[in-house]
């Protein structure tokens, strides 16, 4: 089995920062990307970054860019989410994701992110 575990969510004032963690583990698991969605109190989930480890791109959702940072592990199964400048719009819990091949068909529980006005 794959799993992705996610860590570093927490409450945080409007303005500061957070650092969000992602560890992969699996049976010989070895992603083409990793990255991450959200999903807000009555909203869709929706896509916010991801990372691939053979060219190292970086994708970010309109909303995030300038402020969120996407990183990867040498081991290619860590992902970091540094999130700068927090709003709160973005008050959401962030699942980790990954892929083999063209879906995010590997997803976390999710970390709970809460921003305070």
């Known amino acids: 089995q794959v799993q992705l575990v996610e860590s570093g969510g927490g409450l945080v004032q409007a303005g500061g920062s957070l650092r969000l963690s992602c560890a992969a583990s699996?049976?010989?698991?070895?992603?083409?990307?990793m990255g991450w969605f959200r999903q807000a109190p009555g909203k869709e989930r929706e896509f916010v970054s991801a990372i691939s480890w053979r060219s190292g791109n970086t994708n970010y959702a309109d909303s995030v860019k300038g402020r969120f940072t996407i990183s990867g592990g040498n081991a290619k199964n860590t992902v970091y989410l540094q999130m700068n400048s927090l709003k709160p719009e973005d008050t959401a819990i962030y699942y980790c994701v990954a892929r083999r091949g063209a879906v995010w068909d590997y997803w976390g529980q999710g970390t709970q992110v809460t921003v305070s006005s």
């Open positions: 699996g049976r010989t698991f070895s992603s083409s990307a």
